[in-house]
């Protein structure tokens, strides 16, 4: 099966997560769309996550199957034939760390938004009030963005910002180092200082799987330097997180991401959405955007 809705082949030719490990059990079939395109996947008898296309009936022969990958408690797959494995997170594989399937969730955006909208730390003191940030706490103080051609993303450093809260497991309000990495058209990762260990970093993750153009399931992935908190307060946490971005990312308009960089007033603060979007348009991507009329 070739004839797919997406004709970018960029997109086409992506790694993307479609499910947590946990929720994928042999002898059930699951469901779900990828660029359009309905696929479906179970375990099979050695084990093994398995995937197909179809076309209305999930049931069928499962030949050809899909690539798949099982990478940081997720299985991931494409719809082409892409160039190598899915980008590192070398924490991941850290033993002291918590690693957690924080949540997926459905959301009414295109995936570029919904990665740009994760690089922005302006709207913490008024969309995540008290817990990420506070008046008069606003300013997003100067930071660096380096595109690497080498590793085949960008990275945001130096970014500092005060917060209340920052994570579960925080005790008071303290200024909060992150560091963003984008390796993946549509995914981002995060580093953010660990309140337990002055010398590392807990690092939260975003794989974003196009439904279509305007509509997408994120999977929230954490891996964590914390032994106090159970599971489910941490999800809980990460949870009204997400649920106080959702209203204001399906709210944006247009939902699909601008590629021009005179469709939308930049500020020094959104240096990463500058360099995010000139990076997608160099890469050719044209799902889930406006591709720069130049």
């Not at 992935?221 to 990460?238: K, T, V």
């Not at 590629?259 to 991507?285: C, F, H, N, Q, V």
């Amino acid at each position: 099966m070739s004839n797919f809705i997406c004709n970018d082949p960029v997109a086409l030719n992506l790694w993307y997560a479609i499910s947590a490990l946990e929720e994928v059990h042999q002898g059930d079939v699951g469901q779900s769309v990828l660029l359009e395109q309905p696929i479906a996947y179970t375990r099979n008898e050695a084990g093994n996550v398995i995937a197909w296309a179809h076309e209305g009936d999930p049931n069928c022969d499962p030949n050809p199957t899909l690539p798949v990958k099982e990478r940081f408690g997720y299985f991931w797959t494409s719809l082409g034939t892409p160039e190598g494995d899915v980008f590192p997170i070398p924490e991941y594989g850290e033993a002291d760390r918590r690693n957690i399937h924080a949540a997926s969730f459905g959301v009414n955006v295109s995936a570029p938004r919904m990665v740009e909208n994760f690089l922005d730390m302006g709207h913490f003191p008024y969309v995540h009030t008290d817990i990420l940030g506070a008046e008069p706490h606003t300013e997003v103080k100067d930071y660096f963005v380096e595109v690497s051609e080498e590793r085949d993303e960008i990275l945001a450093t130096n970014c500092k910002f005060w917060q209340p809260m920052a994570a579960a497991a925080s005790d008071g309000g303290a200024d909060v180092e992150y560091i963003y990495r984008v390796p993946h058209p549509y995914c981002s990762v995060l580093y953010k200082s660990s309140p337990l260990d002055e010398a590392r970093m807990d690092v939260i993750a975003i794989f974003v799987q196009p439904f279509n153009q305007e509509q997408v399931r994120v999977h929230m992935m954490l891996s964590l330097l914390d032994e106090a908190n159970e599971d489910r307060n941490i999800r809980l946490f990460q949870q009204t997180i997400f649920g106080q971005d959702k209203p204001i990312l399906e709210n944006q308009h247009p939902k699909r991401l601008p590629l021009d960089p005179r469709a939308e007033t930049p500020i020094r603060a959104d240096k990463s959405a500058i360099a995010y979007r000139r990076w997608l348009s160099d890469k050719g991507i044209t799902y889930g955007v406006i591709p720069s009329a130049a």
